[in-house]
């Protein structure tokens, strides 16, 4: 069974970093797009950052430059450096991974959402 599994968020003063990290794991034979989202309470979802199985990458323009998205395809394994945090990144990330996984013998592809983890910047 596909368990993906966040880490990584908390609290911090604007100015600070943090990483977060998405770990899958559970019958997964590889892995295509990944991607962060966040969302603060009454707010649709946004997309914060993505990234392809080639590395080539794509950020929401109000984190351009402070956030950077990477991954570890032999781990399966997607993380954001997030710098210069303001308090408007105040959110729960959430990633996304696109996977190709066994099931009861079977090949298949779907998304797959992390639990979420809290971030938040304030003074």
């Known amino acids: 069974q596909v368990q993906l599994v966040e880490s990584g968020g908390g609290l911090v003063q604007p100015g600070g970093s943090l990483r977060l990290s998405c770990a899958a794991s559970?019958?997964?034979?590889?892995?295509?797009?990944m991607g962060w989202y966040r969302q603060v309470p009454g707010k649709e979802r946004e997309v914060v950052a993505t990234?392809?199985?080639?590395?080539?990458?794509n950020y929401a323009d109000s984190v351009k430059g402070r956030f950077t998205i990477s991954r570890d395809n032999a781990k399966n394994t997607l993380y954001l450096q997030m710098n210069t945090l303001k308090p408007e990144d105040t959110a729960v990330y959430f990633c996304?991974?696109?996977?190709?996984?066994?099931?009861?013998?079977?090949?298949?592809?779907?998304?797959?959402w992390g639990q979420g983890t809290q971030v938040t910047v304030s003074s």
């Open positions: 996304k991974l696109d996977l190709w996984y066994s099931d009861y013998g079977q090949t298949k592809f779907g998304p797959f």
């Open positions: 559970g019958g997964i034979s590889g892995a295509n797009a």
């Open positions: 990234i392809t199985r080639g590395g080539g990458t």
